[in-house]
Structures are given as C-alpha cells and as structure tokens.
Nanobody
Framework: VQLQASGGGLARPGDSLRLSCVASGISARRYTMSWFRQAPGKEREFVSA????????TYTDSVKGRFTTSRGNAKNTLYLQMNSLKPEDTAVYYC???????????????????WGQGTQVTVSS
C-alpha cells in the first residue's frame, strides 16, 4: 500500500496550490481519504476528508471557503485545491486513508491506517 503526495511548494499569501495524493495497493473506492498537516512545533491537525461513499466532504474551520478536496474519477487520487493561501497554512501536508470509516470520525487521525510521506507547503512573502 502506498500513498504518494505531491504538489507542495513555495507560495505567496493569496496564491493557490493544488496537492495530489495517489493511492496504490488498495481499493480506494472503499477508503475514506483525508488531508492532515503538521506545522513546525505543532501537532498534526485535520484539514479535510472525503468519505468513501462520496456522500460527505468535511473541512476544518480554518480552511473552509478556501480549500476544496475532491477525488479523481477512479477514486484513487485525492486532491486538495488550496486558494487564498495564508502564512499559517505553512506545514507538511499528509494524505491518509482509512477503510470504511463513519463520517463523525473522519477528523480523527487514529482511524487512519495508511499515510503518505508528506509534501511541504510554505506560504511566505
């Protein structure tokens, strides 16, 4: 099982970036997939999640209205479109996958059994 995240980089405040996470070795249609991030000196925090059923997408409050998560047609690719980036969005972004999962637990990192290697996003002027 492999989750390969990409798309990070250096951006200025107000810019946009699009992260991708490709899952292999799992039947991604049956997995809830999510984005987490970890800033230096801080704990890993939930960013967004796409429920395996396709019926629910959720975001942490700080990114609502700016970030959009979606899946490719084959469901094995997870995207995170990040608009209106802020310096506080600077972090390593990780994708994660959990078999099944119920909507109310999608924000909980403990339910995720597979993690990608992370991609660095730096927002600075």
């Amino acid at each position: 099982v492999q989750l390969q995240a990409s798309g990070g980089g250096l951006a200025r405040p107000g810019d946009s970036l699009r992260l991708s996470c490709v899952a292999s070795g799992i039947s991604a249609r049956r997995y809830t997939m999510s984005w987490f991030r970890q800033a230096p000196g801080k704990e890993r925090e939930f960013v967004s999640a796409s429920h395996w059923s396709g019926g629910s997408t959720t975001y942490t409050d700080s990114v609502k209205g700016r970030f959009t998560t979606s899946r490719g047609n084959a469901k094995n690719t997870l995207y995170l479109q990040m608009n209106s980036l802020k310096p506080e969005d600077t972090a390593v972004y990780y994708c994660a996958a959990a078999a099944g999962a119920i909507v109310s637990t999608m924000h909980n990192p403990e339910i995720y059994t597979h993690w990608g290697q992370g991609t660095q996003v730096t927002v600075s002027s």
